[in-house]
């Protein structure tokens, strides 16, 4: 991205600053940039909340939890998710694993080009343990592999398109029960799932923020111009697992 092209919340007159994961791994996820500043023509974008990386504590929190879990298949035949994945920042915490590939899907076609450039940095600086892809594509239309698989959001779009990418796992997965779970940190669309048919609500509760992250986010979001969003100590997760249609919904 050229110096004239960055987006909105990603310059410094915005009050941009670089993210301490960045710093120390020379890649380039910093930066909040609010959904209505990431148009990109598809019917979907009304429903982007904005760009944000999460906090690394907490998706190694979420996932450490998910690793608890007993699951269906080794590690090694999942494939990773990342469903409104940005510059990859989650991607690249997923890739420090090996499993059989990382999908990194994100809709507006600049931050999918930064995700690009950083995964291609972390294969370089010999990070990556699984194999990465970045598609550039609205969720809804992605199609699934035949593989087992772990999906995460970092609350990236608002109820209508969580809906709708549910049906398409749902669909997907029709004869495979037990073979999708979900990673959702900042679950605020989580009604969504409740009680819904055939998922199954495995563990919620508040992942906190390591000091650092915690400091990181305080001093990045104090720094808007607009002030929007506010800084929190702990982040709102959960996790689920598709079970089936023949399955009962969760309690
Ligand atoms: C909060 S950011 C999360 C970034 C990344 N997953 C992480 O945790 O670092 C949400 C991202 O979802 C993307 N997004 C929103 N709606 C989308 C859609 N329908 N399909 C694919 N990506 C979408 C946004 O453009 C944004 O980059």
């Not at 919340?9 to 940039?33: A, C, M, N, W």
């Not at 420090?96 to 370089?124: D, S």
């Not at 900042?186 to 923020?209: C, D, K, S, Y």
Request: overall charge positive.
């Amino acid at each position: 991205m050229g110096r004239k092209s960055k987006l909105p919340g990603l310059r410094v007159k915005d009050g941009y600053l670089r993210h301490p994961f960045d710093i120390e791994y020379q890649v380039e996820t910093s930066g909040l940039v609010h959904g209505r500043n990431l148009k990109t023509g598809h019917p979907n974008d009304r429903h982007n909340t904005a760009y944000y990386a999460v906090a690394p504590s907490v998706f190694l929190g979420l996932r450490d939890l998910w690793w608890s879990l007993p699951r269906p298949a080794p590690l090694a035949q999942y494939t990773f998710l990342d469903f409104g994945a940005g510059m990859g920042r989650a991607t690249l915490l997923a890739a420090t694993m090996p499993f059989r590939q990382v999908v990194a899907i994100e809709l507006h076609p600049a931050l999918a080009a930064m995700a690009r450039k950083n995964c291609a940095l972390w294969q370089i600086q010999g990070r990556a343990k699984s194999p990465i892809r970045v598609v550039c594509a609205d969720a809804t239309d992605f199609v699934f592999p035949e593989t087992p698989c772990l999906a995460f959001l970092f609350n990236p779009f608002r109820a209508p398109v969580l809906r709708a990418l549910l049906k398409s796992i749902e669909r997907s997965f029709r004869d495979r029960p037990g073979h999708f779970d979900l990673l959702y940190a900042n679950h605020e669309m989580e009604a969504v799932l409740h009680n819904r048919p055939g998922w199954q609500r495995l563990w919620t509760g508040n992942i906190p923020l390591s000091p650092q992250d915690e400091q990181a986010d305080r001093q990045i979001l104090n720094h808007q111009p607009d002030g929007e969003y506010a800084s929190s100590t702990e982040e709102p997760c959960s996790i689920y697992r598709w079970l089936g249609h023949d399955r009962a919904a969760s309690p």
